[in-house]
């Protein structure tokens, strides 16, 4: 799958094509449906099917002091997409000059002249350009006007609720990462390169691969049992501490995965850690032996919860 840049046009062989535009961080239930839309009516007609996202997110520009909300990284939602079938991802650098852009020129800019889109495939409550002044039923009327259809895709709804993800964040803040995987339809994943660290976790029997949060969300903080997938695709079991790990001084922020069974060496190898079930919430112990016997223990909870999957 192909990545371009949506301040451009694209290749000869990508125009014509019929193009899912939304953020889709997450890329969960709604967003796939959504994307799954275009690319089967782009099969349908023999045309490239697109994905068009923003980056940075909206709010980031919007609110550069907003409290980190990711749920994917642009090459996650790439090769989400790719997985999906779409032949390109066309990214909006979201910056000064595209928050300013009026919705009319988004759509004669963007979405004609430089994706010289068939068909734009967007969710029901889609809004777009300067002060969110662009929605579905401008974006038809323009579209029309420039030669491109728009089409709608209804909100997908679990246990009775729309899914979005506001909803897959709640669920995370509050430590319950299995409805957020049904929600986002996979469990949702920190990716990163591992990082030394002080190293303490080896001294104790629990070397851990240590990963900075970045600009992801934070779950709650605590134990869960965990996989990790290396860069050789082997998906290893574990469990890890999400937190700032209160027992040491000081106190520093971090994903620490102990896998099970495993012996090398990860360090400034890039890892994805994803979050399977939530075992407890963070606690400080009195010595390194009260900490030893409680790892201990949510190992093997750990191995349980797994060994189920």
Do not use: W
């Amino acid at each position: 799958m192909e990545r371009l840049d949506g301040g451009s046009a694209v290749p000869r062989d990508l125009a014509g094509g019929i193009v899912a535009l939304g953020n889709f961080d997450g890329f969960h239930l709604g967003h796939q449906a959504v994307v799954g839309h275009a690319v089967a009516r782009a099969r349908a007609a023999g045309r490239p099917a697109l994905v068009a996202t923003f980056d940075p997110h909206p709010v980031r520009h919007f609110r550069p002091d907003a409290a980190p909300f990711r749920l994917t990284t642009l090459d996650q939602r790439a090769a989400l997409f790719a997985a999906a079938g779409v032949d390109a991802m066309v990214v909006f650098q979201f910056d000064g000059d595209l928050a300013r852009l009026s919705a009319e020129r988004f759509i004669a800019e963007r979405l004609h002249a430089n994706l010289s889109a068939a068909s734009v495939v967007t969710g029901e409550d889609f809004t777009f350009g300067h002060g969110k002044s662009g929605d579905v039923r401008l974006l038809a009327a323009r579209g029309a006007a420039h030669g491109f259809t728009a089409e709608t895709v209804a909100p997908v709804t679990l246990d009775g609720e729309p899914v979005s993800s506001t909803r897959i964040r709640d669920a995370l803040r509050r430590g319950d990462p299995r409805t957020a995987a049904r929600l986002l339809t996979r469990p949702f994943a920190v990716q990163g390169v591992v990082q030394h660290g002080d190293k303490l976790g080896r001294t104790i029997g629990y070397p851990t691969a240590n990963l900075d949060m970045g600009q992801y969300l934070r779950p709650a903080y605590g134990i869960y049992a965990v996989t990790g997938r290396l860069a050789d695709g082997r998906v290893l079991h574990g469990a890890a501490n999400l937190g700032i790990r209160p027992t040491f001084d000081p106190p520093k922020e971090l994903l620490e995965p102990y896998f099970f069974d495993f012996t090398g060496d990860l360090y400034g190898q890039p890892i994805e850690v994803a979050l399977i079930d939530y075992l407890r919430p963070e606690a400080k112990f009195d010595s390194l032996d009260a900490l030893t016997a409680q790892m201990a223990l949510d190992c093997d909870r750990a191995r349980d919860v797994l060994g189920a999957l």
